[in-house]
């Protein structure tokens, strides 16, 4: 459970249950389908292949019987003591031992993730080698403190080790998702590339489900026995988990009416919403019916629980049905909703099974859509509401989502006055056949949709909640300022005394003549990766950048991205023949990059925020260059820094105009351009 989600359409998960026992199209439970589902797609795709039925089979469980053989090894060798013979087997308990000494460092826990593990060596050269690795700064801990965490260590990792070889004694398909890299290398050295990629193709497929993919990375994995488990994931997904009292945490959260969200002003003044069990499938078993009444049930209908609103999201509407019959129907508070990805016969069943469930608010998740839902099969008749989003993650393997899928969606709801949310539109969204690329991995940043010359002008900016959510408890105004739990609220800032600001304007000119010569460095950097003079002493560019300008690849690719830029502005004011002075900065830079792929609209455009600084770059902002580039070319780039007005400031605004109207009428004055100002800020 988390205070605050990403998820754009909730305010708070909250995982009474974790796991799945029935699965569904994005984690195949039965391991036999997945392997035939894999043997049927080589056999179809590829008809001269030596590939047999029955190939998945023998070839994953081939390797997950090396695996446990390595597994059962290493937990034996462990058990009889720490020794020289054996440290290394702790590498990976190790790393999440010393994460938490870069406390709030999000980006040192990332590399220590993708530290290397090292070869058998003896326990203080494993000591010595470790702390080399591991990132400087504050926090980095010395050899004697690794030794000391590595014997700290040791007795809950062998722990960890014993409990996987007692538990994971056989193949099914959480265990085959974590080997799917194993196993495909074997497929590709036996039978060759192409059936490789069609095995990981279907794997992926079936095992996509991202609560699966959380699962197996804090859960289980007989290719890590001794990794430290989260006691918030099932240790396997396909095995249902109990958390007593988690629910109830939930409904004791702060109440959320009548507050604001700058980053999701869609959620202005509504009750905190509270995605129920999103780490599984808490309605996939009757078997949960008593906890989930006395423990889960209890705490919605709690009088603190009774504040929130709660998502109960389920892909087994027809069990949800038998308990909410057997409670007497849900609380007004709780929206029963199912999962739809695509048209076949299996997922459409679910949308009238979910009508059968007695609540008095549904809805409808179309997410991810792997495939065109047909309009005249979905009957969203009672339906309040449906939530579109296509299918996000890495890899080549992520279905396309077809914009024009959303465009139809969003029009059948509005054809049935259901309220429709607009999520994301996945990794590898397309319109009109051809690939949107956005930045967002998740393809769910409206500003990236606005920006973009083949969406701005589609109706996709829609994110609307059920009229029921406002019914259930009206908003009133004015709002106040939410802030997520943990973050105090700013101090009042101190003046700058007259010598502060002398020393400050000194400063500037400092950090001016620097940002010069980043400029000529990273005209610097760009000839040296073009031409690769560093490959004498390095094997790549990210090597020579780290080891010698002890940077990181994507700062000196930003580097070289605004160096490009210079040398167009460059080149274009020689052949016009003009002297101006040039930008300073990287920021600059980096701005005029995103104003248009045009040299000469950059030039136009910097040129004129030049004017209006007097010809001075170091007095000229980004925002300057940003509003030039909305004033000449009507765009804006892609990483605005012009925050959008939330609604609380559109409403303080429209205030200050009513008041100028209704003088302007009384006088008797034109009131034709407040009027226009009114309908446009009332329209944004």
């Known amino acids: 459970m988390g205070n605050f989600s990403s998820i754009q359409w909730t305010d708070t998960t909250c995982n009474g249950t974790t796991g799945c026992m029935t699965g569904c199209e994005l984690f195949v439970v039965n391991l036999s389908q997945q392997l035939n589902d894999i043997d049927a797609a080589i056999l179809a795709e590829l008809p001269e292949t030596r590939w047999k039925k029955g190939d998945a089979k023998k070839t994953s469980e081939s390797v997950f019987d090396q695996k446990r053989d390595r597994m059962c090894e290493m937990v034996s060798s462990l058990g009889e003591g720490l020794t020289d013979e054996n ?21 040192v826990g990332k590399a220590i993730s993708k530290l290397k593990p090292l070869e058998p060596c003896s326990i203080k050269e494993f000591c010595t080698r470790f702390q080399a690795m591991l990132p400087e700064g504050p926090g980095q801990p010395t050899v004697s403190q690794i030794e000391e965490k590595l014997y ?11 409990l996987a070889v007692e538990e994971i004694t056989e193949l099914n398909s959480h265990q085959l998702a974590i080997l799917g890299k194993d196993i495909a290398e074997i497929v590709k050295s036996e039978f060759g590339p192409n059936e490789a990629k069609i095995f990981s193709r279907v794997l992926h497929t079936n095992t996509a489900c991202y609560a699966s993919e959380l699962t197996r990375v804090r859960g289980l994995a007989v290719n890590n026995p001794l990794k430290q488990l989260n006691p918030g994931f099932a240790k396997e997904f396909h095995k249902l988990v109990e958390r007593p009292g988690k629910t109830m945490e939930a409904a004791k959260l702060k109440d959320l009416i009548n507050t604001t969200h700058p980053s999701t002003p869609w959620k202005d003044g509504m009750p905190r919403m509270i995605f129920f069990s999103d780490m599984g499938d808490s309605a996939g078993s009757a078997k949960l019916f ?7 049930l209890a705490a919605m209908k709690s009088e603190p629980g009774q504040r929130h609103i709660w998502q109960w999201l389920t892909k087994q509407p027809q069990t949800l049905s038998r308990y909410a019959e057997r409670v007497g129907g849900l609380p007004p508070n709780v929206i029963a909703m199912t999962t739809m990805t695509c048209g076949d016969q299996k997922n459409l069943a679910r949308l009238p099974r979910m009508k059968k469930v007695k609540a008095e ?21 009672g339906i309040d509401w449906v939530i579109i989003g296509g299918e996000s993650g890495k890899g080549g393997d992520i279905p396309h989502f077809h914009v024009e899928w959303a465009l139809s969606l969003i029009e059948h709801c509005r054809q049935h006055g259901v309220a429709v949310f607009v999520k994301q539109l996945g990794t ?14 998740h393809g769910g940043d409206w500003d990236e949709w606005l920006a973009h010359p083949a969406l701005k002008d589609l109706d996709l900016h829609i994110r609307e909640f059920p009229t029921k959510f406002y019914e259930y408890r009206p908003i009133t105004a004015p709002f ?9 609220r700013a101090p009042k800032v101190p003046a700058l005394s007259e010598v502060e600001r002398a020393r400050f304007k000194e400063l500037r000119g400092i950090v001016s003549k620097a940002a010069k010569s980043m400029v000529l460095a990273a005209v610097a950097l760009e000839e040296i990766r073009r031409t690769k003079l560093y490959r004498e002493k390095f094997s790549t560019f990210e090597e020579y950048c780290n080891n010698v300008h002890q940077m990181s690849r994507q700062y000196a690719s930003r580097l070289i991205c605004a160096g490009k830029v210079h040398r167009d502005l460059e080149i274009s004011t020689k052949e016009l023949g003009e002297a ?21 609209n950059r030039l136009e455009v910097y040129k004129a925020a030049l004017e209006d600084v007097q010809g001075d770059p170091g007095k000229l902002t980004a925002r300057k260059i940003e509003e030039k580039a909305r004033e000449i070319l009507d765009v804006t780039p892609t990483s605005t820094l012009v925050r959008r007005p939330s609604p609380s400031d559109r409403i303080r605004e429209a205030r200050g105009l009513l008041r100028q109207l209704r003088e302007q009428l009384e006088s008797g004055q034109q009131s034709d351009e407040i009027l226009g100002q009114l309908e446009t800020l009332l329209g944004d």
């Open 428 to 441: 590898k969204p397309y319109y009109q056949g051809k690939r949107i690329k956005l930045k967002d991995k």
């Open 152 to 162: 700290d260590v040791y007795p809950e990792a062998l722990e960890r080790g014993e």
């Open 480 to 488: 106040t300022a939410n802030r997520p739990a943990g973050v105090k």
């Open 87 to 107: 440290v290394h087997h702790l590498f990976s308990a190790m790393q999440s031992a010393v994460r938490p000494c870069y406390r709030g460092k999000q980006d």
């Open 580 to 600: 101006i002075p040039l930008p300073e900065n990287e920021l600059q830079l980096t701005v005029l990059r995103k104003v248009s792929s045009d040299s000469q």
């Open 290 to 296: 008593d906890f989930l009444e006395s423990d889960c």
């Open 361 to 381: 608010m549904y809805g409808l998740s179309l997410e991810p859509i792997r495939s065109e839902i047909p309009l005249d099969k979905l009957d969203l008749t």
